[in-house]
């Protein structure tokens, strides 16, 4: 398994501000994600952060507005930008791991959940 | 198109009762499919994935390819099984990149 924490649990932020979300590792992986969970909405899957790489982006999601960091293989961060209502997220850190059986499997932090005013 | 529909929000059940939590899929590559559980205050975990053809906490799930289905099961339900649980497919990119693509899940509540 993996131990997966992240920072901030919560915030609420004003219209306009940025917000960085910390994302810590107990084990060196390699793929790191980050998921949005948007109220009453399935979880999105905004990008995948490899060490060493610039992050790969899914559809809707661009680099100016969710930069993301990776600076080793234990830590990630992402920063929402230019921060808007629409933004009330909850936002997710995941990362890939030998799991049950023979299989990787991908565990999950806690979440940060991000209310903008 | 890659999608994963769970067409129930919200399902209530009675302990002790049959449960089954409905998931379909769209995708054009071989599926590769799991639930993921999400109990009261604590983080999103893989419950099960359809290749390890497991049974945990006696739920069950089977691919149905012609159906494009795969249910989550459990003969007797209990207080404990009240949770969110989300429908997720693995999909993969031309680049050799997957990725997982979530349904929007079913709370489940069991009654006492």
């Known amino acids: 398994s993996a131990v997966i924490s992240q920072k901030p649990s919560r915030d609420i932020c004003q219209r306009g501000t940025s917000l960085t979300i910390q994302c810590q590792v107990d084990?060196?992986?390699?793929?790191m994600f980050w998921y949005r969970q948007q109220p009453g909405q399935s979880l999105t899957l905004i990008a995948t952060a490899n060490q060493g790489s610039e992050a790969t982006y899914e559809s809707g999601f661009v680099i100016d507005k969710f930069p993301i960091s990776r600076p080793n293989l234990t830590f990630s961060t992402l920063t929402v930008s230019n921060m808007s209502p629409e933004d009330s997220s909850i936002y997710l850190c995941s990362v890939e791991r030998p799991g049950q059986g023979n299989y990787n499997e991908q565990f999950f932090g806690p979440g940060t959940r991000l209310t903008v005013l | 198109a890659q999608r994963v529909t769970q067409p129930e929000k919200l399902l209530s059940v009675f302990k002790g009762a049959p449960v089954e939590l409905k998931c379909n899929y769209s995708?054009?590559?071989?599926?590769?499919l799991f639930w993921y559980v999400q109990y009261s205050r604590q983080r999103l975990q893989l419950l099960l994935r359809?290749?390890s053809r497991e049974s945990i906490k006696g739920f069950t799930a089977d691919l149905n390819k012609g159906e494009t289905s795969f249910h989550l099961k459990k003969p007797f339900a209990q207080e404990e099984d009240s949770a969110m649980y989300y429908c997720a497919l693995l999909t993969h990119s031309q680049g050799g990149s997957e990725k997982l693509v979530f349904g929007k899940g079913t709370k489940l509540t069991v009654n006492p």
């Open positions: 359809h290749i």
């Open positions: 995708y054009s590559g071989s599926p590769e």
């Open positions: 084990s060196q992986v390699t793929m």
